[in-house]
Every structure is written in structure tokens, then in C-alpha cells.
């Protein structure tokens, strides 16, 4: 459905990155949800730029204005509107290259979908820049889940080519993992491992390139029974929501690839009872079979592609006079968006949770107390 | 939407592996549109087990019925409905192992989401036997395509261990590949390796073990502008419908998981004019930026995971007794799935693929003369 | 979404008239459910045309038959599929009027949308036939309505230009109605009423015409606080469901129509304290305000035209030669659908109010105890 | 979908009475279109107050401020989003009578629904001023279609007791009383009625009290084929939007409740050759069969209920003391609803059309030169 997303709630983005504003709608909250600026406010800090030479200069205040469904502090049960204005644009430094279509960007596919009329300026609807939206929204999802024992946390898993730690195979570390990650600005389960990527970031900067890597999340505390068997899986439903963040090409859950090379005896998780329920010794499935949560951790991965924003001259064409042509990017651009886009994971992670949830207890169960 | 998929073609899948009968409506074509029996059966039959030692002893006629939406020979434009009548149950191998959970398989998530009411004969609605409906909506959704010089190919591009050809980066080449793959009943574009592939399954299948891989498939001939910026982006909407093949665990697009090793520069795709079209020099992205075709070659892959039904002795818990129990699974099954379910790999892009291009060019299009 | 109906429960209707069978998929149950074939059967037999003079003498069988979703006399939770096979089935009858386009059916709309290549044979997906499927969904629907109190019955309100009563003001005595009507073939309130629309259906019949009339449903023991605003008010779900009955010309909710009559004074309904329950001393407005249940009953009404199949001579065109002709319409139609349509009516409420209450309450509260 | 309308075209709104902005997001807007600001502040005049003593005093400016999806003065292709400030509120008016549920409004249903969470100041997101929102995303919807020649048009069909003439059976001289009616801020047929309405309308205003009445829609040019047969019929689209605007009762098509009592051989519309196209020498069926639009023009009908606001002493409770109450309403009310209720019934025809337009013949197909 285009610009929206869900069945029980329905999410709906909006915006170019030097409109006026960008926002979104979120329609399916139960009423009486305490909505907590702040928490709000945290969630959109982890993705907005740092002046840290990781990201990039333009710096938006990105304070969140409701336009709709919330009152007294709380949500009102109607769809709830949210916008972030748009201050910081510079629409000159594209002005500059215009036609100069940019390799690894969609300005091609934009001209072929929308035959010129679209609003390229710094990216227009495909900029990164929607998806502070998008973290706005998930943090309302996530403050409902979090209510209900429901932790979500990403981390670099691989940044520039360096590895980090995976995540804790014992869930009571994981869950202190993922509290620790939470409180990061610059998510890594090792510190020296993190040392070692902001390196990286910043000499691929200094030579006017950018890096790649994957990002990795954790959900524990979650319900066994949710998802459906086919179209809407766990996987299906979350893998819809990351591939819809620009930069994202692939998504694993569990071993993912991984499985490619293990034989089924390995592959499969064995089971036994822990008190009156049923764990898996192992998690290689990443707490998803045939679909559906089995009440543990759920594990997933995606790999982000390097920003195509770089500053090295680049071999394109000009798609106004229609002739081969060289660019060289001006601007202000992330040598590496995964500090940042790991917010985004968490937020798309969220809004895919709580609409299954939904759909399997109800919009009232949203604000039933624990 | 639980069963269903789609915006302007809907498909819905229903069926369950020992029931009556498994089947799928799907709505949204256009009238008047040939409905080629003999195509879809030839489709059937890349999915169909073979008596060769490397899939289930289970042979099902699947011969496909309409019930509704065909009319002397052609779509009528309502819903079409398709079913397979499943004969071939033995659903006492299933019986002697109730209450006994098998790792890796969706038995414990079926009794969490349906509290033991599910139908678990031969895995009732998780079962792989339901793709075989997949199969049939995807030849119908195929056969349009096709008409509109669509080709889409599925290949193992690896399997056991052993790797594959990638396809060729030169599309007129890839086209002969495509078209070689789709005449094969063990698709791949080396010999050599398709033989050692067949030789691990056997091995692997000797110690009542199963395999993994990755199944790779090229989409040519699609237009630029398909797709949407963000929840409908192509990669959503094709990862979504792809995470419902039971046993997918990963998908990615162009490089995947490789963008993580790479730096803009080089993850890049540099264009250049091809007489009055853009084309780029390399194909990274593969053929989707911004979640929209850009006229290249869509490429993608997916994670398989062994099959999780081996007659290795396995550790697991009695439900009902709630107890730790052993598990030795009868029955007959995969050694290796992915020689089959490459036919539903290329189904489920036809369907996505059908919907985005009815979506722009409107239900009439579809049986429109090219 | 063409053939498909819903948010938290989908609904997707199939069939052709004199294809193999005609049936629905109903998606959004929850597990356990008792599926009790006879109170099935029973709402069929309301809507199956009787050998009494008053409908048509094509007569099916019309058992359910489940390929899907029921095991062990219980739903499982996943999508259920139902056919109804078409037997008697006498397509010489169209065949000879082939191109005569029938006025008030939808012949020239038929060719409009499918360009001739719809199954004509019976009225094809237009047929009356179709809703025998949406009866049995319904009654899945309202028996797990019935559980939770939730009484729906639909009388002859109006029939050939005699009035039945009106439904008593009195929820008690409605209630009571309610069960006599759902006990009755031909349900109307008065007696005397009933037996002149009988005499009044058999004059037209005999002269080779139809009649019309009204159809008047009341449901009680519906929760307050279903519905939403706008979009998915009670009044805008039930009246999609309604329209979709061949036939159905008009909706009204309370007054409806006779709203236009009134000043304000006398059109609200006064409230006032029942005990610990808010309670409206009358129901102009049908038990819904805002579009959402206030706990009184829903009253409504739709308009049911005059069965088009009479056997007097029209003034139409031949489709296919494009010149003015006549038409003598042969084969066996009813001359009054309304008797039929009450049952149609009586389910499509229930597929409405429980895709309603599921999106309020979670799929799981469908099975639990009362 | 709660909040969100739509198949092909995706129309959200949002907003409360006196929150900070109402608004709606349109999805699926071709690229290209121009946005003509005149145009949409002409419709946007149509459904505001004046102070013609007919009408509320809030006086609202009303300016249509776009916040994405449009650009350069046309439409980029991605979601568009409009706001309008709410400025002229004055909620005192409603703090006074806080607790007291208003007969005939959604006071009662918003406390079940939501609880008390619900921003009841000024009706909140049950106001009629929600409805602003509705015009403006119509007016976008209908420039579109009256570039490919489908007019709309809405009068008084009937207020306060005092009727109008009906629409002409004459397509031409219909399609220029509907240009008049598009120029009229009191939109009537007959001048002399017009005139009568309006003293009824001040008596019943001068006497505290409010009146309904039925608002009548033509619409000229339509293409046959348009519609599917059961869940989308024309008519279930346009009802289930048409009852989304508050105060509307009941929706007809073409003779509507008048079929009650015609006969079959009256009803059926005949038909001739009009040159190469077959036309209806009647349009008994309001210009669709079978769900499906013929080609003739769409004729229908809402009942518009008296506004539930009025200054006479009502009989209601309190619902936080729980005790029985007499309430005075305050604040600024419209005696009559329908001279502003034509202009939300002409954008949802206008809406409903263009998505059932779009999903033939898909999205660029609104970009297309006529």
C-alpha cells in the first residue's frame, strides 16, 4: 500500500526532505497511551546527525509536533499525526547538479517512475530524511511494547569491515546487552571492536568514500504465537518494514545465509523443558518457526550498503542532455548511516511487532496494564 | 493480511497438507487472458517430487482444477479459484509421533498461535505442500508477464557446499542462461556443479541428514519505475512474499550481504547512455534503486535452510507430556529442497512482480496485445 | 478489494453460476470454534429456494463442503475454505438468448468490464447463487456472534406494497421477535401481513413479473463502542456488505429517509440512566452515533428492487448484431427475492460485526468463553 | 481500514475540532497533475460557513497549506499532505456542559470507545469539520476526473419538508443543471424551492431547533465498466464513503426505496442502440447493474439527519455523576447541515471514483492527456 503500512494499525509516512515538513499518521492506537515526549525526543536523538565527523553537518532540531490523537498527554484513540519541520535545507547544493543523475541513488528510477515532476531536492521523498518519521512512530510502538516486556535493540554487527561481538546465545545476558546498546549512541557490544569501525568510518571519509556493514537486532520478551504461516510471517512482516529503509538490500533472521552451509542435524534447534516451557537449546532459527515466534529471542540482520553519497568524481550521465557526463557530489552526506540507521531498525522492528500484536489480542490490549 | 497478498491482485492460499484439498483464489486479472494448462502443469512438475532420490517419495498428481474466474480456455476477470486434491496422505506416520515436537519444524509455534487445534497431519497448513498453489497462481501471474517479455529464472547457486556459477553480468547472456534454467529440472548454470550438488544431497541423504543453499534468481525485461519508494518498494514487496516459502531464512538484492565489505565507490553503479536508455556498467544494486526498478536485471537471492525433517535420532520435548522426550521422524521427505522450491521462488516473483505493474498500468493492461 | 471483504477477518467470495462450484475463504478466525454443520445447513435452507410458488424452481442441495480450516469439528485457526458445488444446472436456458442483453441485470455492465469473455451462463458471477457462499460464511460468523449474545434477525418489512409491523421499540419484545422471525421461512411480524404479501407475490408471478420490497434487520445484544469515525463506520461497513447484494438499492440506518422529515428536536434520542448503563429513550438514529454501536440495537433497512428476470416481453438490444430487439426471457427466477435475501442480509451483518468486534477485541477473544 | 479509505488511491484523514491542524494524506496520485489552489479553495467555499444566518458563525479562513506531494504546482507522485489550521475555536463553549452527552451526538459512543481519553472539545475528531479535509482531498480527486469529462453534482433534493425538482432524465439538459448547481452556494434546481427552504430553515433556527433533508448527486460521463460485482459495486464504494460524513442516514441508488413498490416490468431499464452505444431508455437503476456503472449517468441519494445541535432543552445524562440531566446546548451550530454537507457528498464521489477509475486503468493513466 504504497506510503502505508499494516492491518490493525496502519501507518502512513509522508514527506521530501525540503518540503515543508515530513510526518506521519498513525492510525490503531488503543486510547489512554501515555505518549512520553521525551522517551519520544531519545529515540529520534539516536538517529539525528552528531557533529562527530561520523555523519553528516546538516543538524535538525527534529522536535516532534502532533497535530492529531493526542491529548492531555495521552493518545486519544483517533489517528495520531506527527510531523518534524524541515529547517536546515540548502536546496542550492543540488541545484548545482541537477540532471546529473547520481550513481547508487534513485534519481534514475525517480525520473522513470515519476517522469521529472518529483521533488529532487536533497533526495525528495527518497531521502534517509523520511525516516525520522518513521522513529517517531516506532518509539509510540515501542513505549507500548516496552510496557508489556517486549526489548528491542540493534547493534553494528559489522561496520567498514570490522566485526563485532554477536549477541549473547543466554538470554539473561542478552537482555543486558541490549539495555547497554540502548544507552549508546554508537551501538557495539565490544568498545574495542567500535574503536576500531570509527576508525575505519573516518578514514573512508577522509578519502571522500563511505562504508557499508550490517546491523543487528535483539527482541527478546515476546509472546510464542505471533505471525502468520505465509504472507504475513514474522519475517515476511518485518522483512517488508527494513526493506523499506533506504540503503537496506538484504535481511536475515537466525542463521540466515548461514543455514546455506549447515546440515539439518546442526541446523535444527533441539528443545526441552525449562520449568512448564519449551525452549531451544540453540537459536539458529532466531526464535521464528514456520512464521511464527516460539518465545524466543528473535535474531535478525540486514545488510546496509555504504551511502552512495561520496565525494569522489563518479562516472554518470546527464539525464537532460542525455549524454555521458562526470559528478562530483557537493553537499553534506554520512560516510556511514548504520550509527544512525540502527534507530531506524529499531523503530520499523517495533511498528511490525505491535501491529501483530494487534491483530492477535486487539486494539484494547494496547493499553490494558501488565 | 494473514493468507492474502496483494494491492491490486490479491492472492489467497488455503489448504492444509492431509485436508480435502489445498488451493488459492486469486483476483485481479484481467479478462480474457489465456489460461495454458499445459504451461501451468509444466511449472507443476518443476515443483513435483521426483523419483530420483534427491526428494520425497510422496508423488502427488497435482493436476491443477478450477473451480471459479476460467471460461472456455480464458480468465473471465473474477476471482479464480484453483485447487489440488491431495490423495497421496499417509498421515499415520504423523499419528505415532503426536506430542512429539521435531525441531527445527513449525509444531511448537502451531500448538502456541492455535492452542492444539491446528491440523498437524504432514504439517497441516506450514506443510511446503502448500506452495504447490503458489505454483499455480504464479504460472497464471507468469504466463502474462512472459507475454510482455518478462523472464524470470531460478538457479541453486549454491547447495551442500558447493557454489555455483554466478549469472553473467552481459543480459543478452543472462537471457540464454535463463532460458537453459528453465528448461532444467536441477537448475544450474554449471554441470559440473549441478553434479557435485546431487552428490552431497545423496551423501547427506545416506545419514538420514538434510542440506541447505541459496537459490538465486534473474528477473529481465522489466521496466524502470516499478515499485515505491517505501513499504512497497520491491525489495519489500518481494521479500515479503519470499519469507513465506517455509524454510527461506534470508533474501537480498544485487550484493546483499556483500555491500558490507564494500566502499561507495566501488558498491556504486556508474551509468552511461546505451543509445537513448541509461544503463549502468555494473549491476550492484541488482536493477532496484530507491525500491524501484531501474531497467537493469533484477537479481536476488535467498537463504534455504536444511530440510528440518532428517531420521537422525533427535532431542526434543513431549507437549503433551511436557516432558523431554527423543525424537526419531518417519515419514518421507527432502533430503534437500531447494531443486523444488526454486519453481515457488520464481512463482512468488511473478505474483509480486504482476501486482506492482497492475498497479501502474491498470488491470486492462494485463491483456492488453504487447 | 473486489471479492474480498475485511480488516481482522477476510472474507473472499468465488464462483460462477454454472461453473463446478461457488464458494468463499474465510480468513481470521481463531482456533477451536465449534463448526456446527447443522446450524450451517439451517441458514442455507433459509436462503434455498422452496418448491411453495414463491421462488424459483431450480433447486441445489446446497451442502457445505470444507476443503479447509475445520478438523475435528473445530476451526484450526488457519483460513477456511468452503465450497457449495453447482448441480442443477440447465445452461441451454441462456444459451438460446445469448447477446439478448436482459434489462436490470447486468449483461451490458458484464460486457463493458469484460469485453465477452465472462461466463454468462446463470448471470455467471452476478448470480444470486453467489451469495449462497456469503451464508454460509455468515453463518460461521454469527454463531460465534450468538456466543457472545449477539442476536441478528431481518424481517418483510415491506413486500409487494404490504407493510409488515414495525420492530417493537421494546428491546425485550424485540428480542423476542428476533427468535420467531429466525424460526420462520417467511419472516414477518404479522401474520396477516405475511399472507397478503404471499397473495400479492403470486398475482405478479402470474402476470410473468416481479416485485420488490424492504428488508428490515435488528441486532441486539451488540457491545457499545464498535466502529470507528469515519471510513469504518458501523453504517459504512454494513452498507458495503449490503450493497453487495444483487438487488440491494438502498440502506438506511433508525429513521434513514424519514430523517429528512424531522426537526432536530424531535430526531435526537433522549437519554437517561438505566441502572449503571446509559440507555436512549427512543432509537431514531438505530442504535449508532458517530459511527459507533451506543449499545442500543441496530436497526436498518435496505431496498430490494424487483427480481429482473420476468417472463413479459422487454424492449432491449442484441449485444452482438447491435440493433434494437425483444426479449422473452425464459428459464425459473423468482419472483420475489426477499423471502431468499433475509438470510443473505442476516449474514452479511454478522461477517461485518465480527470483523468489528475482532479488531476491538483480538482474534484470540473469538474463541473465549463467554 | 479505520481512518484510511482506498484501494488504488489511499486517502487518510486526521484531526480533532480544536487540536492544532486537521488534515489528510493522499496516496497514489499520478506525477504531473497540476494542483490548482483556486480550484480547491472553490470547492473548499462551497462546504464553509457563511453568515447567511444558515450556517454556524465559526468562521473559518480555511487555507489548504500542503506539506508533501506537491511541487512546482503539480504533484510530485508521492503522498500528498494537507493541513488546515483549526484557529477560530472556542472550546468554553464546551467546557460548560462537559460530562452532559449531547442527544443525538457521539458524546455517549466516544466514552465507550474510548474511555474518556477522547478530545471531546468541539466534537473533536466526530466533527463535521473533519469533513474540510475531505473537500480539499476531493478537489484534487475531482479535477482529475473533470479533466476526462466526468462532472459531479449535488443539490437539495429535499430540506426541511420543502422539495426540489429531480435531476432531468435528459442527459444534456442534466449536465447543465448540473454546471448551474456547481456555481450555487445553495444549490437547487428549482429557484422557488430554494427559496422556500430557506424560510423553513430560519423558522426552525429561530425556534432553537435544526432540519434534515436528502442531498440528490448526478454524475455525467462516467465510463461503463467501472466497478466490481460484489464487495467493491459502485455502490458499496460510494456508501461506505458517503456514510462516513456525519449526519448521513441512508444512501440510495437510482429509485432506491421506491423500488419497494414497482414491479418488475416498471423497474427494468430498456434498452436501444444509440448509434453504436447502447443507452437506457429509463435509469430506474441510478446508472449501475450489477455493481457495475453502465454508461448511464449515476443518480443517488443521502438522508441527511436534522444537526443533533440545538439550543432547546434536552433530556440527557451525566455521564460522570451517572444521574439523569437537562442540558442547553451553547457554542455556534448550523440549523441545517445540507448547503455545506453537498460539497463532502460531491469529494466523496469524487474519491471513490477516481480509485475505482485508477484500479482499471492504473495510476499514470490520471496523467494522461484525454
Redesign the interface.
Known sequence: ?????G??I?V?????SH?????A?I??LA??IPVDIDYIQQQMDKRRPKADGLSTTRIESDRV?????V??G????????L?LENSNTRSRDYEKTAGL?R????????Y????????SRGG???SGR?TAAVVAVGALCRSILKAKGVCIATHLR??A?VEDLPFSPQTEELVQQQNRLNEMDFSVISEAAGAAMQIAIRA?SAEG??????LETAITGL???L???????V???L???L??I?A??????????????????A???????QG?K?V??TNH??G????????MPVILRT????????Y?E????D?NK???AVLQIQGRHDPCILPRARAVQDAMCAIGLLDLY????????QAEEG
Chains 1, 2, 3, 4 share one sequence.
Open positions: 500500500m504504497k506510503n502505508t503500512f492491518n490493525s496502519l502512513t509516512i509522508f514527506g521530501e518540503g515543508p515538513a515530513i510526518g499518521v492510525d490503531g486510547a489512554g509536533q502532533f497535530l492529531s490523537g491529548y492531555n495521552h493518545t486519544t484513540g483517533t489517528a495520531i499525526t510531523i543523475l550513481p547508487g541513488h534513485a534519481d534514475l528510477t525517480a522513470a517512475k515519476y517522469g521529472g515532476w518529483q521533488d525528495g521523498h527518497f523520511i559489522s561496520c569491515g573512508a568514500d563511505s562504508v557499508g556493514g550490517v509472546d510464542a504465537g505471525g502468520e504461516p505465509f504472507f504475513d510471517s519475517e515476511s512482516v522483512s517488508q518494514l526493506f523499506s533506504p537496506v538490500k538484504g535481511v536475515e533472521f537466525g542463521e540466515g545465509f548461514g543455514f546455506a552451509h549447515l546440515r539439518g542435524s541446523a535444527n534447534d533441539a528443545m526441552r523443558m512448564e519449551v531451544t537449546t532459527n532466531g521464528i518457526n514456520g512464521g511464527i515466534t516460539n518465545g545488510a546496509v550498503k555504504p551511502t552512495p553519497s561520496i569522489k563518479q562516472q554518470t550521465v539525464y542525455k549524454q555521458d494487534t491483530q492477535r489480542f486487539g486494539t484494547l490490549w
